[in-house]
């Protein structure tokens, strides 16, 4: 069991992920410290059966927080019997069973938290609504603008604020940001075909249908990016946390940590510039990724690099190989058909 980490020693894990003063500044994660309140209103929430703050409100989770090691007792709201997390968040594992004392099945998120010593000082780590779990309420082009910038520039705040579920939103929040970068990339192309198509000056019928096809068929590009290779990558990832050792969360929080760092690849909307720049944005979702999966299944750095980077650096020196080999090939072929 690990208890809670002060920002010295937090700090430190992560500047060892990479050497460089301005990287580390990069990867610093932003994880507040506060005792166990509403974010709204600040009101305490200790000892509250409801999962709404009752000066405000406001719905929480328990997940919204963590504790460090026995420290918090979380009781049955049914016969008041009390249990202590073991997870290094200070939460149960696992959060759902039935009661050792009434045997009704409870959740964790439907238990009452209070300080295990009585005392209403105690101080817990609270993390902060994650901004695209927040778009209806704050308006979807906020939420998706602050978590674009929170995959690009604050990966391990990410990590530390990255909802318990969510895949699906995860997808969904990546299919958009590819389709986005792809539509402001190349709907100059598409605009500067299909205007001298409609001035008869080219391609006729056939090619301006062809270009509005290319328009319209443009989201199936992203749609096998997040049905395909974002689910490979994580499953390949995950795997070798699974296999290197114990790791905090599952598949979903890995498979998320891929989708919320996608908007990395910038360089898709740079319309006659992504050819030469994409190479530069792909490792900056690999760097992020990487602190993001850190943080989010508290590994150690060394198999959070090994378990992101790895997958496509394996794909890219096959690639690699595969297109050599087809170069080699194709020669053979010239040389045989002119000799």
């Known amino acids: 069991m690990i208890l809670s980490r002060g920002p010295t020693q937090r700090n430190s894990e992560i500047a060892g992920l990479l050497l460089s003063p301005f990287l580390d500044g990069l990867l610093s994660c932003v994880f507040r410290e506060?005792?166990?309140?509403?974010q709204e209103c600040q009101y305490t929430l200790w000892n509250i059966r409801d999962r709404v703050c009752p000066e405000c409100g406001t719905p929480y989770s328990i997940a919204d927080y963590e504790f460090p090691a026995n420290a918090v007792r979380y009781a049955c709201p049914h016969c008041d019997q009390a249990y202590f997390g073991t997870t290094r968040s200070g939460h149960l594992k696992p959060r759902e069973f039935d009661c050792v004392q009434c045997g009704a099945h409870i959740d964790m998120d439907d238990m009452i938290v209070r300080p295990a010593d009585g005392s209403n000082m105690l101080r817990v780590h609270g993390r902060t609504e994650f901004p695209w779990a927040m778009r209806r309420k704050r308006g979807f082009f906020a939420s998706w603008s602050r978590t674009l910038s929170m995959g690009m520039a604050r990966p391990g705040e990410l990590g530390e604020k990255l909802p318990e579920t969510g895949a699906i939103a995860a997808a969904w929040y990546a299919t958009l940001t590819m389709l986005a970068y792809l539509l402001v990339g190349t709907f100059p192309f598409v605009l500067l075909t299909a205007i001298p198509?409609?001035?008869?000056?080219?391609?006729?019928?056939?090619?301006?249908?062809g270009a509005i096809l290319a328009f319209v068929l443009m989201p199936v590009g992203p749609l096998i990016l997040v049905a395909t290779v974002l689910p490979l990558w994580a499953g390949v990832s995950h795997l070798i946390l699974l296999l290197t050792g114990?790791?905090?969360?599952?598949?979903?929080?890995?498979?998320?940590?891929?989708?919320?760092?996608?908007g990395n690849n910038i360089a898709f909307a740079l319309p006659c510039l992504a050819v030469y720049f994409f190479w530069l944005t792909i490792p900056w979702q690999i760097t992020c990724m990487t602190i993001a999966v850190i943080k989010v299944q508290r590994v150690a750095i060394w198999r959070g690099v090994l378990a992101v980077v790895l997958p496509p650096l394996i794909l890219g020196?096959?690639?690699f190989v595969g297109l050599m080999l087809l170069m080699i090939q194709a020669t053979q072929w010239q040389q045989q058909f002119n000799p």
């Open 317 to 319: 020196l096959a690639s």
């Open 34 to 38: 506060s005792p166990m309140q509403c």
């Open 246 to 262: 114990p790791r905090e969360r599952g598949f979903s929080a890995t498979f998320q940590c891929a989708c919320y760092t996608v």
């Open 197 to 209: 198509m409609l001035m008869g000056r080219g391609g006729g019928v056939a090619g301006l249908i």
